[in-house]
């Protein structure tokens, strides 16, 4: 990866959530999301971003910021 590059939201998520030892099922229950939904963050292209109504339900669900899944941040 190169400087300029970012790390994607859901490779943020799915980080955090494995640091914190978290299923996809567990991370859904915390933040009152369904695995689905955790599911798709994880996996979305590059670029893509879930609701902003989401991404506050994970981020007090993985005890982060808001913005510290979003804001771009080099790898």
């Known amino acids: 990866m190169t400087e300029s ?11 955090l ?3 914190q030892v978290l299923t996809q099922r567990e991370l859904a229950a915390l933040a009152d999301l369904n695995v689905e939904t955790i599911n798709r963050v994880e996996n979305a292209p590059p670029g893509e ?3 902003p109504s989401t991404i506050r339900k994970l981020s007090k669900a993985l005890g982060c910021r808001p913005r ?8």
């Open 68 to 75: 510290d899944l979003v804001a771009p941040v080099s790898a």
């Open 49 to 51: 971003r879930p609701r």
């Open 17 to 19: 959530r494995q640091r």
């Open 5 to 15: 590059e970012t790390i994607p939201i859901g490779a943020r998520v799915r980080t």
